[in-house]
């Protein structure tokens, strides 16, 4: 298979901890194996040299928290046949996305000795809310296998086989205790979308929802159940205020609760 027959991929950072692109970098040696289909052309990353664009594959890290990174993404957008976007940041706006629930100037305020040099959106959004997105990946930071699994379907030109169900069937398949169930442990895995393989319960520990909202969760029956062990409407409003605050169903379910 000669040159002309590779796709070529970029990666792209916006507001994010970089988290996800090492999961990129982890997946070395099987994207090696791929040398023949996939050529990386943009990954500052992992490397200064650069290919011009267009693109084949775009894949997106971070959320936009900037007018620039506003425009960027429009770029980004313009020069890539395929977009995928990966990480809780790029997928519903990150952990910095807690400043959509306050003022972000009380933020900067604190954080920075002099704020007025700090130019910032007062929201933090998906790339989903400034252009198309063809494959959106969960995960704070990124599954690597869930990672090799999208861009091997998008070579292959198929929908990639990435489950949408809970946190708990993940337990199930390998045969975890619930720790809720057993233990009376707050666990978030009822409404957590899959792709970790549940390592949290496999260590007795809840999950705190790192992967984003499931498909179509019952959080109002999971809110009753943490309630029976304890939980204030106070202590489940910071339950879905983490790493997928803005997530739709996530940030439905703590404005529910600040209701009371
Ligand atoms: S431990 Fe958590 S994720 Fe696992 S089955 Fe129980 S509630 Fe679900
Ligand atoms: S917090 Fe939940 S989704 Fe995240 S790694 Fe732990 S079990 Fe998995």
């Given at each position: 298979m000669g040159a002309s027959d590779q796709q070529t991929l970029a990666v792209w950072k916006f507001a994010s901890c970089d988290g996800c692109q090492l999961s990129l970098l982890d997946c070395e040696d099987e994207l090696l194996l791929l040398a023949d289909r996939l050529r990386i052309a943009y990954f500052l990353e992992a490397s200064s040299a650069v290919v011009e664009g267009p693109y084949d594959v775009s894949i997106v890290e971070g959320s936009i928290t900037t007018a620039h990174d506003a425009e960027r993404i429009q770029e980004v957008r313009r020069r890539s046949r395929t977009l995928i976007?990966?990480?809780?940041?790029?997928?519903?706006?990150?952990?910095?996305?807690?400043?959509?629930?306050?003022?972000?100037?009380?933020?900067?305020?604190?954080?920075?000795?002099?704020?007025?040099?700090?130019?910032?959106?007062?929201?933090?959004?998906?790339?989903?809310?400034?252009?198309?997105?063809?494959?959106?990946?969960?995960?704070?930071?990124?599954?690597k296998s869930q990672l090799l699994e999208?861009?091997?379907?998008?070579?292959?030109?198929?929908?990639?086989?990435?489950?949408?169900?809970?946190?708990?069937?993940?337990?199930?398949?390998?045969?975890?205790?619930?720790?809720?169930?057993?233990?009376?442990?707050?666990?978030?895995?009822?409404?957590?979308?899959?792709?970790?393989?549940?390592?949290?319960?496999?260590?007795?520990?809840g999950c705190y929802g790192c992967y984003g909202p499931m498909e179509a969760p019952n959080t109002a029956a999971l809110g009753a159940q943490m309630t029976e062990l304890g939980a204030s409407e106070v202590d489940l409003v910071r339950m879905y205020r983490t790493f997928n605050a803005d997530a739709e169903a996530f940030r439905r379910a703590g404005e529910a609760h600040e209701r009371g």
């Open positions: 976007t990966i990480g809780a940041c790029a997928t519903a706006g990150g952990i910095q996305a807690l400043r959509n629930f306050a003022d972000v100037q009380d933020f900067t305020a604190i954080v920075y000795a002099s704020p007025d040099y700090i130019s910032t959106l007062q929201t933090s959004t998906p790339i989903s809310a400034h252009v198309p997105v063809d494959f959106e990946l969960n995960g704070c930071p990124i599954n999208v861009i091997a379907a998008h070579l292959a030109g198929r929908r990639p086989r990435v489950r949408a169900h809970s946190v708990c069937m993940e337990c199930k398949r390998r045969g975890t205790v619930c720790v809720m169930v057993a233990h009376g442990t707050p666990c978030m895995g009822p409404v957590t979308h899959a792709g970790c393989g549940a390592i949290c319960p496999a260590y007795d520990r």
